[in-house]
Every structure is written in C-alpha cells, then in structure tokens.
T-cell receptor, first 113, second 113 residues
Framework: ETGVTQSPTHLIKTRGQQVTLRCSSQSGHNTVSWYQQALGQGPQFIFQYYREEENGRGNFPPRFSGLQFPNYSSELNVNALELDDSALYLC????????????FGPGTRLTVL | QQQVKQSPQSLIVQKGGISIINCAYENTAFDYFPWYQQFPGKGPALLIAIRPDVSEKKEGRFTISFNKSAKQFSLHIMDSQPGDSATYFCAASPGNTGNQFYFGTGTSLTVIP
C-alpha cells in the first residue's frame, strides 16, 4: 500500500506566474484535501475534493483552484502568484470526507520571488 | 481568527523529562482533537487523537488530557527522547461537516540529551 505522494518536491516561481501542484492519494482513499502551511505556522485548509467535486473550501481566494481525477489523484492550481503564496503545500487523503483517517503527504515547497 | 490556540511556541526539555503542550478552542462543534508530529521536510503525521467523551487517552509515552468544560486539551510526552524533537500541532475538526482540520500554530520541541 503506497502512501500519499506529491510532486514536485520544490518549486520556484516569480510573482504573477501560475503553478500546478500534484497529489496522488493513498490506495483506497477517495477524498483529497489541500492545506497551505506558511513558515512557522500550522496548516490552513484550502479545500477538499470528494469524488471529483469540491466539498468545502477555506478562506482562500478564487485564484486557488483544484481538480480531482477519476483515479482520485488531485491538482492544486494557483494563478497570479503573490509573494505570500510562498509556503509548504500539503495534500492529505482519506477514505471519506471525515478527516479522522486523513494521511498527509510530504508536501511541495513553493517559493515565489 | 485562530480557531485553535496553542502554547508554548517552543519548548526545551531534558532527556527523560516530561513535555507538555497546551491547546484551547472556542467552537463547541469540534468533536475530534488530534495531535500531529512534523519533522523538517516532512508532512504532519498523526500521533494520537481524542474525542470529547473521554478525559484522557494514553498511547505509549504520549497522553492527551481533555477538559471539555474549559475547552482545553494538552499533550504530555513522558520520558522525552531526543528523537521526539519535532514540531507538534494540535488540531480540531467539527462534527457537523468533519471535512477539515483547524490547526494550532505549532510547538517546536527540542529534547536535550
């Protein structure tokens, strides 16, 4: 059984650019949640995808968008990057929408210059 | 605003000592309270979790104490070891939707040999 994987590991972008981050959920999990973790802070919920539909969203602007595919893998897209978007982006998968059984991936470190 | 407040921000403990991290919340809809451990460059990993119907839960050297009336919960690490040096996050999840965690700001624990 493979765990949650994310790609790329690190990414450097410039302000105004767009970025796509990818996540493969753990085997048997149909729900993916994305979190943003700024340096020295706890993770902040961005949104959750369940069976390819958005199922809840945190306090993030519309330039943060996502997709979930039939194999339950997911993408996080961020448009018009800002300096404050620099953070560790975590993906977590779970076998349902309740997060009690949520497992986190290692994250993608995004730096915006 | 910060839904879960965590203290202290950092903690230094001698090997063999007891590490104590505290969290407080306001939202009475929260019904699941996990603690996560995060090492540098890694995603958070579930350490131990509790529901409000019990006041204490113990797993090995890790214990959660829960005070429902005070809306506080804490993590106790007994016989702290250098390998416990990591950042610890408390979190809470609401029972009505249960689809996201609200994390504390984290505690950086250093266990001195």
């Amino acid at each position: 059984e493979t765990g949650v994987t994310q790609s790329p590991t690190h990414l450097i972008k410039t302000r105004g650019q767009q970025v796509t981050l990818r996540c493969s959920s753990q085997s048997g999990h149909n729900t993916v949640s994305w979190y943003q973790q700024a340096l020295g802070q706890g993770p902040q919920f961005i949104f959750q995808y369940y069976r390819e539909e958005e199922n809840g969203r945190g306090n993030f602007p519309p330039r943060f968008s996502g997709l979930q595919f039939p194999n339950y893998s997911s993408e996080l897209n961020v448009n018009a990057l800002e300096l404050d978007d620099s953070a560790l982006y975590l993906c977590a998968s779970s076998p349902g929408t309740r997060v009690n059984e949520q497992f986190f991936g290692p994250g993608t470190r995004l730096t915006v210059l | 605003q910060q839904q879960v407040k965590q203290s202290p921000q950092s903690l230094i403990v001698q090997k063999g000592g007891i590490s104590i991290i505290n969290c407080a919340y306001e939202n009475t809809a929260f019904d699941y309270f996990p603690w996560y451990q995060q090492f540098p460059g890694k995603g958070p990993a579930l350490l131990i979790a509790i529901r409000p119907d019990v006041s204490e839960k113990k797993e090995g050297r890790f214990t959660i104490s829960f005070n429902k009336s005070a809306k506080q919960f804490s993590l106790h690490i007994m016989d702290s070891q250098p390998g416990d040096s990591a950042t610890y996050f408390c979190a809470a999840s609401p029972g009505n939707t249960g689809n996201q965690f609200y994390f504390g700001t984290g505690t950086s624990l250093t266990v001195i040999p």
